[in-house]
């Protein structure tokens, strides 16, 4: 059974769910779990810095631009939505796809 990141579309763009583990000793994609992308990021949880290392972390793993990228939902949560802007599903799946478990 192959696990996959849950992505919705939307007119704004994609969105996916992912799970950060903030004060890490490096920042890092760890893999995918209950449809999320589980990151890593060495910034503390402390007004909003995670957040933005998440962001730059994302958009530079992703070779996405940082302005495309947007958390919707969850800023005070490890669960976090993130929408990536003016992509498509079938795009953000092949971007995804290097990340996927068997």
């Known amino acids: 059974m192959v696990v996959m990141v849950e992505i919705k579309e939307s007119k704004e763009g994609a969105s996916f769910a992912i799970h950060v583990t903030p004060r890490a000793s490096r920042a890092q994609i760890i893999g995918i779990q209950e ?14 810095e995670a957040n933005s290392a ?3 972390f994302l958009a530079k793993e992703l070779n996405l631009k ?10 005070k949560s490890r669960k976090k939505t993130i929408l990536v802007k003016n ?5 953000l799946e092949a ?3 290097k990340y996927q478990a068997a």
């Open 54 to 56: 998440c962001v730059g």
């Open 87 to 91: 992509e498509t599903k079938k795009k």
């Open 95 to 97: 971007i995804l796809n």
């Open 35 to 48: 449809g999320m992308l589980k990151i890593k990021v060495t910034a503390q949880p402390h007004e909003g």
């Open 66 to 75: 940082k302005s495309q990228i947007n958390i919707i939902a969850g800023f």
